[in-house]
């Protein structure tokens, strides 16, 4: 492995949607002058990057290297890069801002006018180094007391459900929270929510999961597959409905049942993608109208909002670690990208080996 002019590095690559992945041997990318490149410690497997090699996303030019959420070292910068050195360990948002545009100018760099996003927008993070743009707005230094492989697990899906649940669903202590599916969205929120003191309730089709659901706080458990009426379940635990429900899966199943399962003047948080033949699911309307009910997309987190969540994780009233499943290398995402719509791996699935 080597980085300069005219060297190549290792990269998991597809040419075709829905085709083969193969690991190949491809230029190293070149910072931008306002950019830099970043040697890949660990990245995260997502079903985003499965929603990508299935061809759901617009953004992607063919060939393509998937990869959004991964934590490094830079390794080059551009001339005009101001905040950032060669050796320093950082993580980047998976939503990365242009600066300029009025939501980044009015503090919404997650829904940026002209977003960019490694894996998508660009190639990513499955690979040995990848590049970012705009450094100096998106790039967010690392603790040194965290390891790689627990920052590269913020970057989608952690970061995602913090934002999701602080800002967005605003939750506070005695609140009741329903979380749809217990993947790595859905344990992020459900930690989160826990640590905020709320209490939680997951849904989900797999008894692994549940457990795991409990073992991060979780007061309440339903098995969606063994029950005839989820939401009666869940309005029952709850005692009238939950104040905030978040579908940390994206289906057109979870989103119905995250909206009715609300109580009087709730809010639905959507997290999981809805893409493809889903992207326009039914909503119960009549309940959103009469009972006052608010709904909230969550896309992403702001690179200077880390802060807090890397001083809650520092504090420990939050541990991104016990969310960790398995750890694979490179070569072991040629299977494992394809996968991921099966649901089966427990907890976040990591790339720490190149």
């Not at 993070?125 to 450094?135: G, P």
């Not at 009741?176 to 997951?202: E, F, K």
């Not at 990208?337 to 099966?342: H, I, K, R, V």
Request: aromatic letters at 6%; glycine letters at 10%; charged letters at 20%.
């Amino acid at each position: 492995m080597g980085f300069g002019k005219n060297e190549d590095m290792k990269a998991l690559v597809f040419e075709q949607f829905q085709g083969p992945l193969t690991i190949q041997k491809v230029p190293d990318p070149t910072p931008a002058p306002d950019g830099v490149v970043i040697e890949v410690k660990a990245t995260g497997l997502c079903r985003s990057d499965w929603h990508g090699w299935m061809g759901h996303d617009d953004d992607i030019t063919l060939p393509h290297v998937p990869g959004h959420e991964f934590a490094g070292v830079i390794r080059a910068i551009g001339r005009d890069v101001r905040k950032w050195k060669v050796g320093d360990r950082i993580t980047v948002p998976f939503v990365c801002a242009c600066g300029a545009c009025p939501e980044c100018q009015s503090g919404n760099q997650q829904v940026c006018d002209r977003q960019f996003q490694p894996g998508f927008t660009h190639w990513g993070s499955f690979a040995e180094y990848v590049a970012i743009d705009r450094a100096d707005v998106n790039v967010v230094a690392l603790p040194d007391e965290m390891d790689f492989v627990t920052a590269a697990s913020l970057g989608c899906r952690f970061a995602t459900s913090f934002r999701a649940v602080v800002a967005q669903g605003r939750v506070s202590g005695g609140q009741w929270v329903a979380v749809h599916g217990c993947g790595g969205v859905g344990l992020s929120a459900i930690m989160i929510a826990t640590a905020l003191g709320a209490n939680v309730i997951a849904i989900d089709i797999a008894e692994d999961k549940l457990e795991l659901a409990k073992s991060v706080g979780a007061v309440a458990t339903v098995h969606a597959g063994a029950t005839a009426d989820v939401v009666a379940v869940v309005t029952e635990l709850s005692r009238g409905g939950v104040h905030v429900s978040i579908d940390a899966l994206g289906s057109p199943e979870t989103c119905f049942n995250s909206i009715l399962n609300l109580r009087k003047r709730g809010k639905h948080i959507q997290v999981g993608l809805m893409l493809g033949e889903h992207k326009h699911p039914r909503i119960p309307m009549n309940k959103v109208i009469a009972n006052e009910l608010e709904i909230y997309g969550s896309h992403g987190m702001q690179a200077y909002n880390y802060g807090l969540l890397l001083d809650m994780i520092k504090t420990g009233a939050l541990s991104p670690k016990k969310l960790i499943g398995a750890r694979i290398s490179l070569e072991d995402a040629v299977l494992a990208l394809p996968d991921m719509d099966t649901f089966q791996n427990l907890g976040v699935t990591m790339i720490e080996r190149f």
